[in-house]
């Protein structure tokens, strides 16, 4: 491991190596020193509560798969969940087995505020779609220092006018948001953030700051409430599950914080015994009245069946909201409890609530537990430790708008880890002491993944509205995450390669409600991407490279003998992640029969062959072992690199007319037929791109001798592939980066490069003012329309949400701009640069008459991206929050950024899900680059 406080990093010869991360010298890296050595536990406890578990498929055992109504949002206040737990800006062990989380009621709400609300699948006219407005502020690594914001309207929760409104909106009309519905005019609602700052690795202080937007005195209730997981219910016997833990008023005698701080003390078999305070009320100095009961379900509401408990889950909401004083233990014990306060503010005014939780240990003996005189001080440190962190992470030549971005994304990324708990076998065929599922399931969902067993803090995409990981959104994010956690990183990606994970075939699963799908294979790349990030060249990691290596074995073989079942070097895969990018439905048999061959499936096992091949010359320059794994994989890139550039008509899935490559559509009888859409899936084969130098090459004389044999006996590939090229040679003018031979393995020939780039970047095709569309604008005027055996099909350019159902409608690869695509594009042009150098120049944009080279044209392209998040020079809007007044004008709304799914391509406005600061805090390493100039 990397000596965080005292590695410097070299200077910087190679271009390749400049994304390398900065070393910090704060608290936190000390911490992170200490977690990783584990001496002590910083990572335990962080926001790792779901911010939905309800409508998932982990708690759905209906018989027919309909996830959202077998577990509805109504029932979530009611019903005790099996696989985890969720909660407004909460925070948990890293099993969540104790949680914590707000509750809040306005005295118009028809129930008590526990959790997000949003609209299911069925019920949005795009989806599945989260109706709050909730941000996700700063963070450390470790947790110990943690921020978010909530905005709860004063006036009674619009639920209704949300479900009708968008129910009537039909797929081609705009969503119906919070905001639209005037809840926050007047600034009336209450801005309510939690932070979480730890005194030590298992003492944690929370203030809950209420602030009142409006003029006018107002009342709200607020419950911080702590409950542990139900485990208790089921019967199961695998790991996590155990006796019922408890929870009680702390004893007279045993208190800590007497006069300062009511205070409870739990029990639980594994986390042992924690304590609970609450200070006192801020506006009158009173102590929150404490409430308890015990997480179980409400099974008389429910089910109209009496528990073996009066006391239920929804206990809370039936006190505050119908006043009901026998929903709640008068003995003071149970599974779940409420400190709660009524608080009445004044206009324009702002209160903060103390809380404080820590094992029995490291909690102060000595009466100054909750004293706030020291509890400020903690908060003051840790946001002092923020402050130096990112000092050292973000660099100090950007703007002060773009070191906010920065901040953000980065908190949103560390706030959207969630334990993740799902063990397939245990539900499939159901709980010793619950009802038998349904048999029809064991021919269902995920029947064939009983091995998988899930039980980890995972990376999400959005915690509300993609509450599941997804394995290619999860390389993505690992990328950011190297740059201020790279132990974590690490642990992610191996973990995904676990024999509890990956299947027993190599497969690594996609999502839960299909672990069978298939996702674009960059599992490999995030690996060799971590490994060169996380520190120099003579600190990295090998061990973990080469762990992943031969787990990515298995992997690699998986994709070759299910998705290539001819062994033409061909591969399929069906939507690899791009949802509705085809005309027809990729995941889906074809209509009328006939098959695919997938532009963007051969490229991206070109690119799972490219990165191999890197890791494996890493590799073998210690261990000569890998140097037959190196000719393998290069053998491999050249056989799929010569089918997709010459199988069949000699060109293959590249269309010289259009100077594009495409998808074919085979019939039997009909030959093979381009699918002419200008998409991103033309784009893929862009991204197998490697240098090979020839100072390395004479380490490796093996590999070596392998490839000098195909220079002397498959000169024909030559005219196929700019595989063997010098640099020397490439033009007239071009000098060596570094003295010596290189060679340039990559898909297009220089001249199909150049064809290829024209498109990207021209402002009528792809190249958008915040990045690249994902789909050419030139299908707006002229939609691509086929009609096969008797049906008319025609796909065109949509900049913005879905005017489809396939995949749901919640997502749109028709024109919308995504990050991961336009990123990996970002880094290939690196590649070609460090090759070509100022002898490959290209106009951008088009019709500009401005030259560049490709490094310039990456730092353009990542300076558009950058540009959704940065106010615009002319209007103060930021082009991701679709031109509303309130995020230019109103001072508590105008610092707040939104990190959205895709983002449409003309305008730049955020559309699905609102907080995938998962792959979308790619903007971080954007931002990276236009302040280094690369």
Same mark, same amino acid.
């Given at each position: 491991?990397?000596?965080?406080?005292?590695?410097?990093?070299?200077?910087?010869?190679?271009?390749?190596?400049?994304?390398?991360?900065?070393?910090?010298?704060?608290? *936190? @890296?000390?911490?992170?020193?200490?977690?990783?050595?584990?001496?002590?536990?910083?990572?335990?406890?962080?926001?790792?509560?779901?911010?939905?578990?309800?409508?998932?498929? &982990?708690?759905?055992?209906?018989?027919?798969?309909?996830?959202?109504?077998?577990?509805?949002?109504?029932?979530?206040?009611?019903?005790?969940?099996?696989?985890?737990?969720?909660?407004?800006?909460?925070?948990?062990?890293?099993?969540?087995?104790?949680?914590?989380?707000?509750?809040?009621?306005?005295?118009?709400?028809?129930?008590?505020?526990?959790?997000?609300?949003?609209?299911?699948?069925?019920?949005?006219?795009?989806?599945?779609?989260?109706?709050?407005?909730?941000?996700?502020?700063?963070?450390?690594?470790?947790?110990?220092?943690?921020?978010?914001?909530?905005?709860?309207?004063?006036?009674?929760?619009?639920?209704?006018?949300?479900?009708?409104?968008? @129910?009537? &909106?039909?797929?081609?009309?705009?969503?119906?948001?919070? *905001?639209?519905?005037?809840?926050?005019?007047?600034?009336?609602?209450?801005?309510?953030?939690?932070?979480?700052? #730890?005194?030590?690795?298992?003492?944690?202080?929370?203030?809950?700051?209420?602030?009142?937007?409006?003029?006018?005195?107002?009342?709200?209730?607020?419950?911080?409430?702590?409950?542990?997981?139900?485990?208790?219910?089921?019967?199961?016997? %695998?790991?996590?599950?155990?006796?019922?833990?408890?929870?009680?008023?702390?004893?007279?005698?045993?208190?800590?914080?007497?006069?300062?701080?009511?205070?409870?003390?739990?029990?639980?078999?594994?986390?042992?015994?924690?304590?609970?305070?609450?200070?006192?009320?801020?506006?009158?100095?009173?102590?929150?009245?404490?409430?308890?009961?015990?997480?179980?379900?409400?099974?008389?509401?429910?089910?109209?069946?009496?528990?073996?408990?009066?006391?239920?889950?929804?206990?809370?909401?039936?006190?505050?909201?119908?006043?009901?004083?026998?929903?709640?233990?008068?003995?003071?014990?149970?599974?779940?409890?409420?400190?709660?306060?009524?608080?009445?503010?004044?206009?324009?005014?702002?209160?903060?609530?103390?809380?404080?939780?820590?094992?029995?240990?490291?909690?102060?003996?000595?009466?100054?537990?909750?004293?706030?005189?020291?509890?400020? &001080?903690?908060?003051?440190?840790?946001?002092?430790?923020?402050?130096?962190?990112?000092?050292?992470?973000?660099?100090?030549?950007?703007?002060?708008?773009? %070191?906010?971005?920065?901040?953000?994304?980065?908190?949103?990324?560390?706030?959207? #880890?969630?334990?993740?708990?799902?063990?397939?076998?245990?539900?499939?065929?159901?709980? !010793?002491?619950?009802?038998?599922?349904?048999?029809?399931?064991?021919?269902?969902?995920?029947?064939?993944?009983?091995?998988?067993?899930?039980?980890?803090?995972?990376?999400?995409?959005?915690?509300?509205?993609?509450?599941?990981?997804?394995?290619?959104?999860?390389?993505?994010?690992?990328?950011?995450?190297?740059?201020?956690?790279?132990?974590?990183? #690490?642990?992610?990606?191996?973990?995904?390669?676990?024999?509890?994970?990956?299947?027993?075939?190599?497969?690594?699963?996609?999502?839960?409600?299909?672990?069978?799908?298939?996702? !674009?294979?960059?599992?490999?790349?995030?690996?060799?991407?971590?490994?060169?990030?996380?520190?120099?060249?003579?600190?990295?990691?090998?061990?973990?490279?080469?762990?992943?290596?031969?787990?990515?074995?298995?992997?690699?073989?998986?994709?070759?003998?299910?998705?290539?079942?001819?062994?033409?070097?061909? +591969?399929?895969?069906?939507?690899?992640?791009?949802?509705?990018?085809?005309?027809?439905?990729?995941?889906?048999?074809?209509?009328?029969?006939?098959?695919?061959?997938?532009?963007?499936?051969?490229?991206?096992?070109?690119?799972?062959?490219?990165?191999?091949?890197?890791?494996?010359?890493?590799?073998?320059?210690?261990?000569?072992?890998?140097?037959?794994?190196?000719?393998?994989?290069?053998? %491999?890139?050249?056989?799929?690199?010569?089918?997709?550039?010459? +199988?069949?008509?000699?060109?293959?899935?590249?269309? *010289?007319?259009?100077?594009?490559?495409?998808?074919?559509?085979?019939?039997?009888?009909?030959?093979?037929?381009?699918?002419?859409? &200008?998409?991103?899936?033309?784009?893929?084969?862009?991204?197998?791109?490697?240098?090979?130098?020839?100072?390395?090459? #004479?380490?490796?004389?093996?590999?070596?001798?392998?490839?000098?044999?195909?220079?002397?006996?498959?000169?024909?590939?030559?005219?196929?592939?700019?595989?063997?090229?010098?640099?020397?040679?490439?033009?007239?003018?071009?000098?060596?980066?570094?003295?010596?031979?290189?060679?340039?393995?990559?898909?297009?020939?220089?001249?199909?490069?150049?064809?290829?780039?024209?498109?990207?970047?021209?402002?009528?095709?792809?190249?958008?003012?915040?990045?690249?569309?994902?789909?050419?604008?030139?299908?707006?005027?002229?939609?691509?329309?086929?009609?096969?055996?008797?049906?008319?099909?025609?796909?065109?350019?949509? !900049?913005?949400?879905?005017?489809?159902?396939?995949?749901?409608?919640?997502?749109?690869?028709?024109?919308?701009?995504?990050?991961?695509?336009?990123?990996?594009?970002?880094?290939?042009?690196?590649?070609?640069?460090?090759?070509?150098?100022?002898?490959?120049?290209?106009?951008? !944009?088009?019709?500009?008459?401005?030259?560049?080279?490709?490094?310039?044209?990456?730092?353009?392209?990542?300076?558009?991206?950058?540009?959704?998040?940065?106010?615009?020079?002319?209007?103060?809007?930021?082009?991701?929050?679709?031109?509303?007044?309130?995020?230019?004008?109103?001072?508590?709304?105008?610092?707040?950024?939104?990190?959205?799914?895709?983002?449409?391509?003309?305008?730049?406005?955020?559309?699905?899900?609102?907080?995938?600061?998962?792959?979308?805090?790619?903007?971080?390493?954007?931002?990276?680059?236009?302040?280094?100039?690369?």
């Amino acid at each position: 491991m990397a000596d965080f406080t005292k590695t410097r990093a070299p200077r910087q010869i190679r271009r390749q190596q400049s994304t390398m991360v900065k070393y910090v010298e704060a608290a *936190e @890296a000390d911490r992170l020193k200490e977690d990783a050595a584990r001496k002590k536990n910083w990572k335990r406890w962080g926001p790792y509560l779901s911010e939905r578990q309800w409508g998932t498929v &982990r708690e759905d055992y209906s018989k027919d798969g309909n996830c959202w109504d077998h577990f509805s949002h109504d029932d979530s206040r009611s019903r005790a969940y099996r696989w985890g737990e969720d909660g407004l800006m909460g925070f948990s062990d890293r099993q969540c087995r104790l949680c914590f989380s707000l509750a809040l009621w306005n005295e118009n709400d028809p129930i008590l505020k526990e959790r997000l609300f949003g609209l299911t699948g069925p019920q949005g006219n795009h989806g599945e779609d989260c109706k709050e407005c909730y941000y996700y502020l700063d963070a450390l690594p470790t947790y110990s220092y943690a921020k978010a914001l909530y905005k709860y309207p004063q006036a009674a929760y619009p639920y209704s006018e949300l479900v009708e409104g968008n @129910a009537a &909106r039909g797929i081609l009309s705009p969503e119906l948001e919070l *905001e639209d519905t005037g809840v926050f005019a007047d600034s009336r609602y209450w801005d309510v953030s939690t932070e979480y700052c #730890k005194a030590d690795d298992n003492d944690i202080v929370i203030k809950v700051t209420v602030a009142n937007r409006s003029k006018d005195t107002c009342r709200l209730h607020l419950l911080p409430q702590l409950f542990y997981r139900n485990v208790w219910s089921w019967g199961c016997k %695998h790991e996590g599950c155990g006796p019922k833990p408890r929870l009680a008023r702390t004893k007279e005698g045993d208190r800590v914080a007497e006069g300062l701080a009511e205070e409870v003390t739990m029990t639980h078999d594994e986390l042992g015994k924690y304590r609970f305070m609450a200070g006192p009320n801020p506006v009158d100095g009173s102590m929150p009245n404490m409430l308890f009961t015990e997480n179980e379900t409400n099974t008389q509401r429910l089910y109209k069946l009496d528990g073996y408990s009066p006391y239920f889950k929804d206990a809370f909401h039936n006190y505050v909201i119908s006043g009901d004083e026998t929903t709640v233990n008068p003995k003071e014990r149970g599974t779940k409890v409420a400190a709660y306060y009524i608080l009445e503010v004044a206009g324009e005014d702002e209160v903060s609530v103390y809380l404080r939780l820590g094992c029995d240990e490291q909690v102060p003996k000595d009466g100054s537990a909750m004293d706030p005189s020291r509890l400020d &001080r903690i908060v003051d440190h840790r946001q002092v430790d923020c402050e130096e962190f990112y000092s050292k992470i973000i660099a100090d030549t950007l703007s002060g708008e773009q %070191h906010l971005v920065a901040r953000q994304s980065y908190a949103g990324l560390l706030w959207s #880890k969630q334990f993740y708990h799902y063990v397939i076998k245990d539900w499939l065929f159901g709980d !010793p002491d619950q009802m038998t599922p349904p048999q029809e399931r064991l021919q269902g969902r995920n029947h064939d993944w009983k091995h998988l067993f899930n039980r980890d803090v995972i990376s999400m995409p959005d915690k509300w509205e993609y509450p599941w990981y997804a394995c290619w959104d999860l390389a993505f994010h690992m990328l950011p995450f190297a740059k201020i956690d790279p132990a974590f990183a #690490k642990e992610q990606l191996l973990l995904f390669l676990r024999e509890w994970y990956m299947h027993p075939n190599g497969q690594i699963p996609a999502y839960e409600f299909a672990f069978g799908d298939v996702n !674009p294979p960059v599992h490999a790349w995030a690996v060799w991407r971590v490994f060169k990030m996380e520190a120099p060249r003579t600190q990295r990691d090998r061990g973990f490279l080469a762990r992943c290596f031969q787990k990515l074995l298995l992997n690699f073989n998986w994709w070759v003998n299910r998705k290539d079942p001819d062994g033409k070097n061909i +591969f399929a895969g069906g939507f690899l992640g791009l949802d509705n990018i085809g005309v027809f439905d990729r995941s889906k048999p074809l209509p009328a029969g006939g098959s695919l061959e997938q532009a963007d499936g051969t490229a991206w096992m070109a690119f799972f062959c490219v990165v191999m091949l890197d890791i494996a010359l890493e590799l073998a320059l210690t261990d000569p072992v890998y140097e037959d794994m190196a000719s393998k994989f290069f053998e %491999h890139f050249v056989a799929i690199a010569e089918a997709m550039n010459s +199988f069949g008509d000699g060109k293959g899935l590249w269309n *010289e007319e259009d100077g594009f490559y495409y998808d074919h559509l085979t019939r039997e009888g009909q030959g093979s037929q381009p699918m002419r859409i &200008r998409s991103v899936v033309g784009l893929v084969p862009l991204f197998s791109v490697l240098v090979l130098e020839d100072s390395v090459l #004479k380490r490796l004389p093996d590999f070596h001798k392998r490839l000098k044999w195909f220079l002397a006996n498959r000169p024909e590939l030559q005219s196929q592939i700019s595989m063997f090229e010098s640099s020397a040679d490439a033009t007239d003018s071009c000098t060596p980066l570094v003295a010596g031979t290189h060679y340039l393995l990559a898909i297009p020939s220089r001249e199909r490069l150049e064809r290829v780039l024209k498109y990207v970047l021209d402002e009528k095709e792809f190249l958008s003012e915040y990045g690249l569309r994902s789909l050419s604008k030139v299908h707006e005027e002229k939609p691509f329309h086929m009609d096969f055996d008797g049906e008319a099909y025609t796909l065109k350019y949509t !900049p913005g949400e879905s005017n489809t159902y396939l995949f749901g409608g919640n997502s749109n690869w028709r024109g919308p701009i995504w990050f991961p695509i336009a990123y990996l594009l970002i880094e290939s042009l690196e590649r070609y640069d460090f090759y070509y150098g100022d002898s490959f120049q290209v106009e951008c !944009p088009v019709g500009s008459g401005k030259m560049m080279n490709l490094k310039e044209v990456s730092k353009e392209l990542s300076r558009r991206l950058t540009r959704l998040f940065t106010p615009d020079e002319e209007t103060g809007h930021r082009p991701c929050h679709r031109g509303a007044a309130q995020y230019r004008d109103d001072p508590h709304w105008k610092d707040l950024v939104l990190f959205y799914e895709f983002f449409h391509g003309d305008s730049g406005h955020g559309c699905g899900a609102s907080h995938q600061t998962g792959w979308t805090a790619l903007v971080s390493r954007c931002l990276d680059k236009v302040a280094a100039g690369t």
